[in-house]
């Protein structure tokens, strides 16, 4: 995991005041994503979908798509086999290792 996708993950879960230092600001607008979908936990989806957002954020491509057609990047496909592959059985210890890591 790099820094880009812990900022890219604490500014889409609690919001854009979590990576400029002033944590859940009172001068905040609007909730995170996180607050919004009663999410209390950090999750292999939500750590998933940050690293869709990452690798579309790093991209030259200039609009979202979530298939991989005419020559776009599959990000369903890759969200997909980032989920798939953390949930096989033989990866328990490396799952749990990364879900220790991001808790922090």
């Given at each position: 995991c790099s820094l880009d996708e812990m900022q890219g993950y604490r500014t889409v879960?609690?919001?854009?005041?979590?990576?400029?230092?002033?944590?859940?600001?009172?001068?905040?607008?609007?909730?995170?994503?996180a607050q919004l979908n009663n999410m209390t936990d950090i999750s292999i989806?939500?750590?998933s979908y940050i690293a869709t957002l990452v690798h579309f954020g790093l991209s030259s491509q200039g609009t979202f798509h979530?298939?991989?057609?005419?020559?776009?990047?599959?990000?369903?496909?890759?969200?997909?086999?980032?989920?798939?592959?953390?949930?096989?059985?033989h990866m328990v210890q490396r799952r749990e290792a990364l879900l220790r890591w991001w808790k922090g």
């Amino acid at each position: 995991c790099s820094l880009d996708e812990m900022q890219g993950y604490r500014t889409v879960m609690i919001g854009p005041s979590a990576i400029d230092g002033r944590g859940t600001s009172a001068r905040a607008t609007k909730k995170g994503n996180a607050q919004l979908n009663n999410m209390t936990d950090i999750s292999i989806p939500s750590i998933s979908y940050i690293a869709t957002l990452v690798h579309f954020g790093l991209s030259s491509q200039g609009t979202f798509h979530v298939g991989g057609d005419l020559g776009r990047f599959d990000y369903h496909g890759f969200y997909r086999s980032i989920v798939d592959l953390l949930g096989e059985e033989h990866m328990v210890q490396r799952r749990e290792a990364l879900l220790r890591w991001w808790k922090g």
